[in-house]
């Protein structure tokens, strides 16, 4: 089992989360984190840091969610680690009550 970062952290990227992960998993894109699933330990710390509920368990992923599995593995293997938390985007509140943001994620 591995955590995955869902749609609601597109154009969020509020990284709380990254600050609990004992083993640095979380890559960031220009306006989405996701998680290398062989890096996580699924200690599940990032869960309940997440302001948005972008973070699920594998198994709680939502069906309207699935294509994110795919989608953390990809990126993760492109992106950078980031392993501190950042000041997040000055419209990600904006962004938060939003959903259907696939469209906007930056690659």
Known sequence: MTYVVGDSCI???LTDCVE???VDC?????????????????????????PVNAIFA????????????ALNLELSQKWPVITEMKTPPD?????????????HLQR
């Open 11 to 13: 154009r969020c990227k």
């Open 20 to 22: 609990v992960c004992p």
């Open 26 to 50: 979380f890559h960031e894109g220009p306006n989405f984190l996701v998680i290398d699933p062989e890096e996580c330990i699924d200690c599940s710390l990032c869960e309940p840091e997440c």
């Open 58 to 69: 594998e198994e709680d992923l939502p069906d309207d969610q699935q294509e994110f599995m």
């Open 91 to 103: 419209d990600a509140d904006d962004w938060k009550e939003i959903t259907g943001k696939l469209v």
